[in-house]
């Protein structure tokens, strides 16, 4: 009983050791899991995940739109290979409405944690999220530096035919969408385009709501629409999802069972959709800022961009412009 009883402790240990590295952020890449999102870059090549204190202390602390987390890990090791002497980064990606509100205009709360309300740039794909920091005199000045388009994203080899948007007035296929609360691919673009069509109620049931069913069995509205919508899909929960372009392209890289079903412009919305991103006024490493703005304006950052799906900034839309 005894030893029985050593064992039972030791497997406790080694279990409670496993949990506290889970929560100090200091996990694997796979491991992380929603932490991913909050990612702490050291210019060693290192990657903390989850460290929600380094949004203070870091020598640049950006609050970016998620739907690049794709992209930063190459394009952040770039820019600190370029300029070593910013040793850390702290880059967070998840609805840039969600970090508007409750991050920067007034106290959040990651995993429990209080967050940095003062990052030293925000970029959003709603250019008037960034008028709200300029009505409270914390933001002048924006670039554009990259664009995107709506895409369905389906199971691989599109079992249920969809041919395009139209298609989602459909009343035999099961639909996971981005909420239109916090996530600006639907709330901007996404909801625009089923009214466009004509069929923005038959989707929605015009519910407004997030991680649920909008339409009691055939509309989810997703919490993270980028990490639930594919997993949904390959789980045979979801027919299909309004995604971005290089939201297909990733899940395609990482050999996922999904694939595309392009929307034919003007609907998939790549004449207005247009990421856009300032330094704030308040922040804290305003020189380490305005090295970042300039590297984005750079042919190499532009092409990391593309590398992704991303459509390259012009050079016109690369130029400062006030808010």
Not at 182 to 194: C, N, P, S
Not at 283 to 292: D, T, V, Y
């Amino acid at each position: 009983m005894e030893a029985l009883l050593k064992t039972f402790s030791a497997g406790f240990i080694v279990i409670a050791l496993l949990a506290g590295c889970i929560s100090s952020g200091s996990v694997s890449e796979e491991d992380a899991g929603l932490l991913k999102d909050y990612r702490t870059f050291h210019a060693t090549g290192r990657i903390d995940y989850g460290n929600i204190g380094d949004s203070y202390t870091a020598e640049l602390v950006m609050y970016l739109a998620g739907n690049q987390f794709m992209v930063i890990k190459e394009l952040i090791q770039d820019f600190q290979k370029a300029n070593p002497n910013v040793k850390t980064i702290y880059v967070e990606t998840i609805q840039p409405g969600q970090i508007l509100d409750n991050q920067i205009l007034k106290q959040g709360k990651v995993n429990g944690e209080k967050t940095n309300r003062n990052p030293d740039l925000y970029a959003s794909v709603n250019l008037d999220h960034l008028q709200k920091l300029r009505m409270e005199g914390r933001m002048d000045q924006y670039i554009i530096y990259s664009h995107n388009r709506l895409e369905l994203m389906v199971a691989k080899g599109n079992p249920r035919n969809i041919t395009g948007p139209q298609d989602l007035a459909r009343d035999d296929l099961v639909q996971s969408h981005p909420n239109p609360v916090t996530e600006g691919i639907f709330k901007y673009y996404g909801a625009e385009m089923l009214n466009d069509l004509e069929i923005y109620e038959q989707v929605t049931g015009d519910v407004e709501c997030k991680a649920c069913w909008a339409v009691p069995g055939k509309t989810w509205f997703t919490e993270r629409y980028y990490r639930e919508t594919p997993y949904r899909i390959e789980n045979g929960e979801a027919d299909v999802g309004i995604v971005w372009t290089t939201d297909v392209i990733e899940a395609k890289k990482q050999g996922r069972n999904i694939e595309g079903v392009p929307i034919p412009a003007p609907h998939n919305k790549a004449d207005k959709v247009a990421y856009a991103i300032g330094i704030l006024n308040d922040a804290k490493n305003l020189s380490n800022a305005q090295l970042f703005i300039n590297y984005l304006r750079t042919s190499h950052a532009q092409s990391i961009y593309a590398k992704y799906g991303f459509i390259k900034a012009s050079e016109e839309e690369l130029e400062y412009k006030s808010l």
